[in-house]
């Protein structure tokens, strides 16, 4: 199914009146004729100053996942932001529509930033394709001095690749209800805690995300880097807020 039927589809589903579907799709046909994604150094808050790259929610993630209908935190700046709406949906349809081997030259171009040390996939949203984690794979084996990080439900995609940089750091993510899946390459956990996580192979050997929202204690990403170094492997975990 096409990108844009996706959208229609899902928004239709959501029935949010405010929002027509169809001329989010006709911005969003504007915003790739300049063929640039786009990429954020400083729009989210948790993150600080790591750039990070997004792709709508839902339309990329798994459909048979329980978080999908089930409180995603991914939907809410979706609708509250209409131009953060349109362009994460400029990423994906731009992705769609222009060769892979442009799309790997405009992140390679990118990474290539002075001083860019540490980078976030998905900030929303989820690995599109298959071709889409390769392109991540060279990317990171291309510049081996940028941390990579990444949060994925894609397990599938995951499983099925051969081989991952170590400076490619993946955490499979895990939700209330959900039965862990395989994990052929032994990778760590993120955790979504709201006090009933109680699955010991979750729990134990874990560290807890220090950002508290809405506190005065926010210790942003770009301070504390564990995910990205995580030198023992061990599990994160979120607390639900």
């Known amino acids: 199914m096409s990108f844009e039927n996706n959208y229609l589809e899902w928004m239709n589903k959501l029935n949010y009146k405010h929002i027509d579907p169809?001329?989010?799709?006709?911005?969003?046909?504007e915003l790739i004729k300049n063929k640039e994604y786009t990429i954020p150094l400083k729009q989210d808050t948790k993150l600080g100053k790591i750039p990070n790259f997004s792709m709508p929610p839902v339309i990329t993630c798994n459909p048979t996942l329980p978080c999908v209908d089930d409180k995603c935190y991914g939907k809410k700046p979706m609708i509250l932001y209409p131009n953060y709406r349109t362009s994460i949906m400029k990423n994906l349809l731009l992705y769609?529509?222009?060769?892979?081997?442009?799309?790997?030259k405009i992140f390679d171009d990118f990474m290539k930033s002075p001083n860019?040390?540490?980078f976030r996939w998905f900030a929303n949203g989820d690995i599109p394709d298959p071709e889409f984690l390769n392109i991540m794979?060279?990317?990171?084996?291309?510049?081996?001095?940028?941390?990579?990080?990444l949060f994925t439900k894609r397990f599938d995609f995951i499983n099925a690749t051969?081989?991952?940089?170590?400076?490619l750091k993946i955490f499979f993510s895990t939700w209330r209800g959900l039965e862990l899946p395989e994990n052929k390459h032994?990778?760590?956990w993120a955790v979504y805690q709201d006090g009933t996580e109680k699955r010991e192979i979750l729990t134990k050997r874990s560290f807890t995300c220090p950002y508290i929202p809405r506190s005065d204690k926010k210790v942003k990403c770009d301070a504390c880097l564990f995910c990205w170094k995580n030198p023992k492997?061990?599990?994160?975990i979120f607390k639900a807020h």
């Open 22 to 29: 169809n001329k989010d799709i006709q911005i969003v046909k």
């Open 96 to 104: 769609e529509s222009i060769p892979r081997s442009e799309t790997f």
């Open 116 to 118: 860019l040390n540490y």
């Open 137 to 149: 794979i060279k990317l990171a084996e291309k510049h081996s001095h940028i941390y990579f990080l």
């Open 162 to 167: 051969p081989y991952i940089p170590s400076n």
């Open 186 to 188: 032994n990778l760590p």
């Open 233 to 236: 492997n061990k599990n994160v």
